[in-house]
């Protein structure tokens, strides 16, 4: 069995879930983010997180690409 490599994450394309919430405050609050992320093994957000400690760290881009899929697929986005 061949291991896929992993993609790298930039540092700074990690973000808490309040710094990614302030960066699009007219599209995403913390409430929205926080339940996102409570079903991130069942809805696909998985891969964009990364657990630090007891910090959850969010890649920016992984979201993006993860909400642009979501919309691709029809899904209404909040």
Do not use: F
């Amino acid at each position: 069995m061949q291991e896929t490599p992993s993609a790298t994450l930039p540092l700074d394309d990690l973000h808490t879930i309040e710094e990614l919430a302030s960066k699009y405050p007219r599209i995403l609050t913390a409430y929205t983010l926080r339940w996102q992320l409570r079903e991130r093994e069942k809805n696909g957000l998985a891969p964009a997180c990364v657990r630090v400690g007891k910090k959850l760290l969010i890649s920016k881009t992984r979201y993006e690409q993860w909400l642009a899929a979501r919309a691709g697929r029809g899904a209404s986005v909040a």
